[in-house]
């Protein structure tokens, strides 16, 4: 994005942007502050007689956020790729003090790492793969740089669910950090927020094998079930299966949880749900959702963050 009537130019590596003072400025209290100060040049300070101001980032982010500053935040959100755009512009409206974009920003991030748990399970639906050591997630970006970002943007709201999103992988995994190699970058957890994450994975992890016990393997059918001793004998069955799903390299107690309702039969003719009967498959749904739900308010408490206002409402 440049523009012939554009007065300043905005240098990134070998590739400039003409554009308006007035523009940047009015939205950029970095800009302004910088411009401000800005001084006549001699003919080798100036870009096509414009005076030039040097930025670090590459030009694909800038002409980003170019664009999003003259057009909306709007313009940039068509592609597959709606959440790196999120991350990096929240990145730079931080950086540049563009107040108007950071909000936006953050509100496009978090429908990755949201506050409730109804969004959750929808993003988990779009976007159930993990996260790979070395190669860019091409969905989403990984949650390592996302609560590194959210501690710098002061955006706490992103943090209970990139740290359960983060705590899903080996503790091994996440305490290595993340290459991103497509954009040149290393990230790692503060040594603060890794003792917050496995904290936090831990009791995640407490709270499932709780849940599993009380919910499951030691649950008797109500007084009101129609088939006491087949009911029974399918509880146990659920139980078991649960026990070996939990047995994986994966830690996802919400998904464990989840995956209840769906158990196949111990025949494998159908879900185990529909061997129940009527009382007692509505007593275990309900079971289950509030407990996933319990698990999900738990989630900025026992990963540290506070302050945080209207989570899991």
Known sequence: MSFDDGNVALLSGSVYFLVHRGVIC?????????????????????IDGRPALELEECSEDIALLLRAMYDGISSVLG??????????????????KIKRLQPEALDVLSEAWPSKLSHWDHRMKLVPAT?????????????????????LASAPTLLPAAFYDLSRQP?????????????????????ADL?????????????????????LEVRVPGSTCAAPQSCAQVFEHM????????????????????????LPASDGEGPAMLMLCASCAEGLEEDVQG???????????WFGVEDIMSWGA
């Open 79 to 96: 592609g597959e790729d709606v959440f790196h755009v999120g991350y990096i512009l929240l990145q730079l409206a931080h950086k540049y």
């Open 291 to 301: 407990g996933r739900e319990m698990l999900w308010d738990s989630l900025p408490s």
């Open 26 to 46: 009015r939205q950029s209290t970095y800009f302004s502050n910088l411009l401000s100060t800005v001084r006549p040049c001699s003919a080798g300070d100036l």
């Open 131 to 151: 996260h790979s050591d070395d190669v860019r997630n091409r969905a989403l970006p990984h949650p390592t740089a996302i609560i590194n970002l959210a501690r």
């Open 239 to 262: 139980a078991q299966e649960v026990v070996c799903d939990v047995g994986g390299v994966m830690c996802d107690p919400l998904r464990v949880m989840a995956r209840i309702l769906a």
């Open 171 to 191: 503790p091994s995994v996440s305490a290595a950090g993340f290459s991103d190699i497509e954009a040149g970058a290393f990230h790692r957890l503060s040594p």
């Open 195 to 215: 003792v917050s994450l496995f904290q936090g994975r831990e009791s995640a992890s407490r709270f499932l094998s709780t849940f599993i016990v009380q919910v």
